[in-house]
């Protein structure tokens, strides 16, 4: 259990000795709100936000301070989740005046306060040390029917002038107000994604508030984008008489120069770096090559562990730091193995991204809105070799190769799935730009299982499987399989099997260049099936695409117009051919009918023939595009079912009628 788990589960128990106030003094704005009328939800909706208020003052170039005050509706258990309060904060962005209530479904009102949270770490397996916190404060009495409120304030930090309203959440939302209190000379600028911006209304000359009603719930489909990337947001920008910091908005430019100052003297060239880098290079006289050198050594030899106190969530320690220890977070990483090609007169760039597409927004530069840092690293002059497929060529900067020095799994001249087709800040020495990061070709994304079989005349099914993994789907499956103590990795090709053939028994597991990051992955097993083939007199039923599946379901919510776009998640090819060798006694009466699907974003074929008694199945599914929208969620269906159909279709196999007896063998009369 979680150290948070523990700390939750040890509130949960005092809160349940201590003597709440019955009859508390409920605030006026709870009472306004739980006394609105609510339009009728669908019978699974959880609760509703009755109220979503949030209040900004602005003091000062230091002090900004918000107030949130919520209040909710439980309508089924599932809702009981919102009497549990986690608020997020560090030493720059306190919580104070923390208090919540209730009014139970039998009357009685709570008042829960500040004293009665704990403050607990965020458990993170990559950070050594973090100042960020979580307040977790149990609410009482939520159970259906019941209302639950709270309030608090926090203070934003200095050096990101910006506050972020998130106004469409996983429920519906009747009423959302937010109000901001400008200190005199003080300015704003308002930005709005995913949402048609709302007119604000201004009142004593410093107040300006924004009204919105009956947001609807954000909610939950198939490969559906990550929520923050599809959820309605506001983000306030400040500027005061001396103007903002440009790390809270402004351009690209001026937060990739804001970025740069922050950064200043942290790639320095030290005699510890030269020397590192001129050991690693000496074997090699090719500039691509060296670089090779470098990338690898940071990418496989420096550890992830992440050291992040205040503005040390955005600076880099040192590159002689993370060189002498050994260890560090993503821009720490990046850091070292700049000043390490500064060593080799090889330029770079920082690069600022959100492992979630789509959450940066083209139109609004801001900082929070990154997660992750990679290097764009300047090429040599000349052809670019056709592996090195994660490039950008700039018109100032020239050809540019994006590697990410944390992923250990994906090849030099490649990124993650994860970051292609993303939005990213590139920082070069006249400020930021945002750029979009390639998507790389399917090619890149390989998979081919090769399964040789036999089938008994009683319906087992036993034989041998190779599989072959290329690019990123070779990075994931060996990042599940390092995962994963070794004694055990055998266990997943079971689970695996399984899922396709009950009963299964796995007769052995091969797994050969798992500790080689960029490489091919070969996984080999063996298995013994029995009752694949459905048996029925004559007849066995045979599904000649045994293993593995393509299809994906896109029913959910299916009497519902879909809203979001589907994310495919990466490119890939995939393909496979399964050989049974049948039973003497059987013949083939009947074969599934090939198919063929051809779309804008991929293709599938299969097929299947026969040849003497082998039956040889083979299908290739080809993903082009990744992000579609919500539009062509028909055709995908379309697509996907189409799949789906062939891969549970079956052949036909009818057993051998024997030989009549001839004139000269003797007929054996039944016993009397």
Not at 121 to 129: R, V, Y
Not at 331 to 355: C, E, G, H, Q, W
Not at 551 to 563: A, G, H, V
Request: hydrophobic residues 40%; proline residues 8%.
């Amino acid at each position: 259990m979680t150290r948070i788990k523990i700390d939750v589960l040890l509130t949960v128990i005092v809160l349940a000795l201590v003597p709440w106030a019955a009859h508390a003094r409920i605030p006026d704005w709870v009472r306004q709100a739980a006394q609105q009328t609510l339009p009728i939800y669908p019978e699974d909706t959880d609760a509703v936000e009755l109220l979503d208020e949030r209040i900004t003052t602005v003091k000062n170039k230091e002090v900004v301070e918000t107030t949130s005050r919520r209040v909710y509706k439980i309508l089924r258990p599932g809702g009981r989740d919102l009497g549990t309060l986690v608020l997020p904060f560090d030493k720059e962005t306190p919580i104070q005046g923390l208090k919540a209530w209730t009014i139970g479904t039998d009357g009685i009102e709570y008042e829960t306060k500040e004293k009665e949270a704990v403050e607990v770490s965020i458990p993170d397996s990559g950070i050594l040390f973090q100042d960020d916190r979580n307040k977790v404060l149990i609410i009482p009495a939520a159970d259906p029917g019941s209302i639950v409120a709270y309030e608090y304030t926090q203070r934003c930090r200095p050096y990101m002038p910006q506050v972020v309203w998130n106004f469409q959440v996983g429920i519906p939302v009747l009423r959302a107000r937010y109000e901001l209190d400008l200190a005199p000379r003080w300015h704003f600028r308002d930005f709005w994604a995913n949402f048609s911006a709302v007119k604000p209304q201004t009142e004593s000359g410093t107040s300006v508030i924004w009204n919105l009603n009956n947001i609807p719930a954000i909610v939950d489909e198939p490969f559906m984008p990550n929520r923050r990337a599809i959820a309605g947001t506001m983000v306030v920008v400040l500027s005061g008489p001396g103007g903002a910091p440009s790390g809270g908005g402004g351009s690209w430019q001026s937060l990739g120069e804001w970025y740069d100052q922050l950064a200043s003297g942290r790639r320095e060239l030290t005699p510890d770096i030269r020397k590192k880098a001129a050991e690693l290079t000496e074997s090699t006289g090719a500039p691509l090559e060296k670089i090779r050198a470098l990338a690898s050594f940071v990418q496989r030899n420096v550890r992830y562990i992440g050291i992040e106190v205040g503005i040390g969530g955005y600076q880099p320690h040192p590159a002689q730091d993370v060189l002498a220890h050994l260890y560090g977070d993503c821009k720490d990483k990046v850091t070292l193995l700049s000043a390490m090609l500064r060593a080799i007169n090889v330029d770079s760039y920082y690069v600022l991204l959100n492992t979630n597409r789509g959450i940066v927004q083209p139109n609004f530069p801001s900082m929070q809105f990154f997660n992750h840092m990679i290097l764009a690293i300047r090429l040599p002059q000349g052809p670019i070799p056709g592996e090195m497929l994660a490039t950008f060529t700039d018109p100032k900067l020239g050809p540019l190769l994006f590697f990410d020095p944390t992923n250990e799994e994906t090849s030099f001249g490649h990124i993650p799935d994860y970051e292609q087709a993303n939005e990213a800040l590139l920082m070069g020495p006249e400020g930021g730009q945002l750029v979009k990061l390639p998507l790389l070709p399917p090619i890149l994304n390989r998979q081919i299982r090769v399964a040789r079989l036999q089938l008994s005349q009683n319906g087992m099914l036993s034989g041998t499987v190779t599989e072959i993994y290329w690019g990123g789907l070779a990075a994931e499956r060996r990042r599940d399989l390092l995962a994963i103590p070794e004694d055990q990795r055998k266990k997943t090709v079971e689970t695996f099997l399984t899922s396709f053939l009950p009963g299964v028994v796995l007769r052995g597991v091969k797994i050969e260049k798992l500790n080689e990051p960029g490489g091919d992955l070969v996984i080999a097993y063996s298995f013994l099936a029995e009752g694949y083939a459905q048996r029925m007199g004559d007849i066995l039923l045979l599904r000649p695409r045994v293993l593995g599946e393509k299809s994906m379901d896109l029913t959910q919510n299916i009497e519902k117009k879909r809203q979001y776009p589907v994310d495919l998640t990466s490119t890939s090819l995939q393909s496979g051919i399964i050989q049974i060798t049948l039973p003497p006694e059987y013949q083939v009466e009947e074969l599934p009918p090939a198919v063929d699907f051809q779309s804008d974003f991929g293709e599938y074929k299969a097929g299947v023939s026969v040849e003497k008694n082998v039956i040889q199945y083979t299908r290739m599914l080809r993903i082009d595009r990744i992000l579609l929208p919500a539009t062509q969620i028909d055709s995908l269906k379309a697509f996907f079912q189409g799949i789906s159909t062939d891969e549970q279709s079956f052949a036909i196999l009818r057993r051998i009628p024997s030989s009549p007896p001839s004139a000269n063998t003797p007929v054996i009369s039944p016993a009397h």
